[in-house]
């Protein structure tokens, strides 16, 4: 029997979560379509994400500081300070994203390089990675002016808006990529154009929502000291966090590209694929955001604890679901992407670990978006940096170069992180619950 608390989470947490998925989706469609057309091209594609989430760690890191701002201030009904917010953040993105976009304009080749990028496919990365660029600071934009829907709660509008951006960007790609009907076949290239046609007819709805909504008609985009003051208290720590796991990443990345170009195909395979229940799983940890957010004023202590174990059950009752679905059909999965049957004893390997990751990865995200709103982004960061930053890189290369484990060793290597971070993310809950519960009982007093 499903309880009010379970309905409203799951009316919030829902819409966000498939709408992660479906933003997955957007790059897997890419890499399925572009597989056709050999390794080489799978790893051209793939080696632009880590390049594309560094500058999507800074829009996203916004959002969710915008999203816990306009969380709050629905709870205390100030519905006229959303535009406020919106605008002088758009201000903040357009100078700092703008000036990053041009500087990975400029140097994508030495930065492609750098992340461990092969001769036999930088042609094609670079291709695919200049043009896929201007999308990408729209999806910035875009990302930040959605936030403003998330923080009201209205995730369901998110998620339509998203679709029909998907539904955009796979019809393009099919055209582009192979050339069907009177378009030209562009390859890689066609991957690119089909991104930035589905990023911007996502931005035109978005902005239709919120012009309809008259947000656009509150605040100025004149920054203030009590903005940034406020602003920066919460997007600090929030982006130290995902500064930090980019930066865990990056070098993950580079060092299990240094493997060869099949190692890394296989990687990037099974790192998409696990990216669909991650990007799920954000989208439960930004309903946790949200109902954290909307209930953090002490009054409401009884309600952030309901939506604290409803968030917990729910997330244990996806990632049981996730994991017998990926395990059981691991060499299938594996199969959709690559039809080389020489790849599929270790790619199915690789995604047996994507299954059993799916249990820490939920519970620690469903725990980071709690304790965010809770006001604990600098201690969320701080075992962020320890476990991603600096753990996983060291395990890594003992496991691929002292132990000569390969590929299996780089899976093992992000499955103790997100344990590690799981653990984490526990213990500080616990003692921000009883924190919370022992504050009520001397209010109650």
Known sequence: ??????????????????????MIFLSNAD?????????????????????????LT???????????????????????????????????VFVVLGLAHIGFFIYLDAILLW?????????????????TLPAVFITSVTTLMQAVMFGRG???????????????NVILNALLIFGLGPFPQLGVLGAALGTIGGTLWSTYLTLRVLYAWGIFAQGNYRLTRTYLREFLSVFGGIFSEQGFERIGMVVY???????????????????????????????????????????????????WRRYLWTGMRWSLIFSVIVFLITFLLREEIFAVYARDAALLPLGSLIIAYVAAVSFPEAYQMVCAGILRASGKTSQVAAYSFISITVLRPIITYIFLYECNMGLEGAWLSLA?????????????????????????????C
């Open 1 to 22: 029997m499903l309880t009010s608390y379970d309905k409203n989470y799951l009316r919030i947490g829902l819409p966000a979560a498939l709408e992660g998925v479906l």
């Open 31 to 55: 890499i399925i379509m572009v597989g056709s057309l050999g390794t080489g091209a799978i790893a051209a594609v793939s080696i632009f994400s880590q390049p594309r989430m560094m500058l």
């Open 58 to 92: 800074v829009a996203r890191s916004v959002a969710s500081a915008v999203t816990i701002l306009i969380a709050e201030r629905f709870g205390r009904d100030q519905h006229d300070a959303y535009g406020d917010i919106l605008k002088k953040t758009i201000v903040l």
């Open 115 to 131: 992340m461990g990028a092969q001769q036999d496919y930088l042609s094609d990365a670079m291709i695919y990675g200049l043009w």
């Open 154 to 168: 209205e995730s369901m509008r998110v998620l339509s808006i998203n679709i029909q951006g998907n539904v955009v």
């Open 253 to 303: 990345t580079r060092m299990v590209a240094e493997l060869g170009t099949i190692p890394y195909a296989i990687h990037a395979i099974a790192m998409n694929f696990c990216d669909f229940y991650y990007s799920f799983c954000n989208g439960m940890g930004k309903a946790s955001t949200v109902l954290a957010g909307h209930n953090r004023d002490s009054h409401k202590q009884n309600e």
């Open 416 to 444: 103790l992180d997100q344990s590690i971070r799981a653990i984490c993310a526990a213990i500080l809950l616990r003692k921000v619950y009883h924190e919370r519960n022992s504050t009520h009982a001397l209010n109650l």
